[in-house]
């Protein structure tokens, strides 16, 4: 029998005069696994941030162990045995292992570093994951998944008993996920309070044993996982049914020159590598990480180079060394990371939708706001973006969705005949996605030739015409329009965590 070892009632949360959070209530039990769920904006951070004391709320109360608690700092929480393992690894990557995994529970012996102790330390926080990593390595060389559990490693230290897991598996690769997923699970057995949030459905049901759904800061659902299904998981969420049968996509016509055509590319990630891209069609471009696919998109558009073969745009060789060569050519790319390579994180929407355009709007080498928000209004109600019509609203103010489908809108804006997007969904809810996946559809019954380059199975399966199948750099399969299914990708890409 499990006993709650966090009890939260009536927590409220404003920023200025929004009120975020308007009275959530949760429980988690010791020993046990809650996935918490909710669209961007629907208040999952701040709740999660009170929880580890980075805020404070306005009202409601914790009880943690039976004792009511009052967090004024992250410190506070952790002595109270809660822990945010937050996507963005903190560690120091010029230290070893076991200094990383000790850090912040230095063992000193004489006022100096005991490091016989920190080595043990350190050696018995990986035992008790059932981990295996060597403790003298400097961090910096090891794998993302690998310093995930120097992460987890260090909840360990201190008797963490309530550990908040925030978009684990975000980079990792099948089998990295799968270790984690046993972490998690060893961490419940011996009597901690999970809380792991996600955006996929599919690792809930594989991990959870409870589902709490957050909706415009309410709690929407909270039920134990085999009581409910992903439909009704999803209708919380967005507080409708979604449909998410695969979108109609006419067939590209065999006859019509094709946009890009790749002839056995090769690079230090991915070798022999052809394919042709026909307009109208969406290629998938399927593979988990270290499988090539985020090299091989980069190389297309000038962004990373490819060291042999040839790549044709309209039928005529390119080399682009840059991207402002690919932009030039009509290619439009949305980057895997639109935080650090897609975001001009400072300015307004319609600076952002219109940037690879400004030499085309200035006049007389001036930039007006009155072009920009011209330029901007012509997307905004075509992509639905959620957000001041105006565009002057900054773009980090805007949930992941949000920020991608003013991405897409730039190269709509720049006239690009031929989209490259990596990893178009990653880290946006239910709800945008099935408006991006609207949005491909629609470009390419247009005409727009358009590749995704995806390690997540489900952008696979909304658009694509047909899927080509990479690991370890080479591709191994392409999969027909009619066979594409999750079963196929996970078995064509070597299984994994999703099958």
């Not at 490091?115 to 295996?132: F, K, P, T, V």
């Not at 598996?169 to 060893?186: G, H, N, Y």
């Not at 060394?321 to 994180?345: Q, Y």
């Not at 957000?387 to 992941?400: C, H, M, V």
């Amino acid at each position: 029998m499990t006993t709650d070892f966090l009890a939260v009632r009536g927590i409220r949360k404003s920023f200025g005069p929004v009120e975020v959070l308007h009275g959530v209530d949760l429980n988690l039990a010791a020993g046990t696994i809650t996935a918490l769920l909710g669209e961007n904006g629907a208040g999952k951070s701040t709740f999660v941030r009170i929880l580890a004391g980075d805020h404070r709320p306005d009202d409601g109360t914790i009880t943690v162990d039976g004792k009511a608690s009052s967090f004024h700092s992250v410190s506070d929480a952790r002595e109270a045995g809660i822990r945010l393992i937050a996507q963005e690894i903190a560690d120091a990557p010029t230290l070893t292992v076991a200094e990383n995994i000790v850090l912040g529970a230095w063992p000193t012996r004489g006022g100096l570093l005991d490091r016989r102790a920190m080595l043990r330390m350190a050696q018995e926080a990986l035992n008790l994951l059932g981990a295996e990593l060597p403790l003298t390595a400097k961090v910096a060389n090891l794998r993302l998944g690998e310093r995930q559990i120097i992460e987890i490693a260090r909840a360990t230290i201190g008797a963490s008993k309530c550990i908040i897991f925030d978009e684990a598996t975000a980079a990792l690769s099948d089998v990295e996920a799968r270790k984690l997923f046993q972490l998690i699970r060893r961490l419940a057995e011996r009597g901690a309070a999970v809380l792991y949030i996600t955006h996929r459905l599919d690792e809930v049901f594989a991990l959870a044993d409870r589902v709490c759904v957050l909706r415009d800061g309410r709690v929407s659902l909270d039920r134990p996982t085999p009581e409910i299904n992903q439909e009704q998981v999803i209708e919380a969420m967005v507080g409708r049914a979604v449909a998410h049968a695969r979108h109609s996509l006419p067939a590209p016509q065999s006859t019509a020159e094709p946009a890009l055509e790749a002839e056995r590319l090769g690079s230090d990630a991915f070798s022999d590598i052809s394919f042709t891209l026909r307009p109208g069609e969406i290629l998938g471009m399927y593979g988990k990480v270290g499988s090539g696919v985020q090299e091989l998109s980069a190389s297309l558009v000038g962004a990373r180079q490819f060291d042999s073969g040839r790549l044709l745009v309209d039928g005529k060789p390119k080399h682009f060394r840059h991207p402002a060569e690919a932009i030039a050519a009509s290619i439009g790319h949305l980057p895997a990371d639109r935080a650090t390579e897609g975001l001009l994180r400072t300015m307004s929407l319609a600076e952002n939708l219109s940037a690879p355009s400004w030499s085309r709007l200035a006049r007389h080498g001036m930039l007006s706001r009155e072009r920009l928000s011209s330029a901007y209004s012509r997307w905004h109600r075509e992509l639905r973006v959620k957000a001041d019509p105006s565009g002057n609203q900054r773009i980090t103010e805007l949930s992941g969705g949000n920020q991608q489908k003013v991405l897409l809108g730039r190269w709509l804006e720049a006239g690009s005949r031929i989209l490259v997007l990596t990893e178009p969904t990653r880290g946006v809810d239910v709800g945008a996605r099935q408006e991006i996946y609207r949005v491909l559809a629609e470009l390419a019954a247009k005409g727009h030739a358009i590749i995704i380059a995806t390690s997540d199975y489900e952008d696979i399966n909304a658009v694509a015409s047909r899927a080509l199948i990479l690991v370890r750099g080479q591709m191994i399969a392409e999969i027909p329009h009619d066979r594409i299914s999750t079963e196929s990708l996970t078995e064509a890409a070597g299984g994994g965590v999703h099958a």
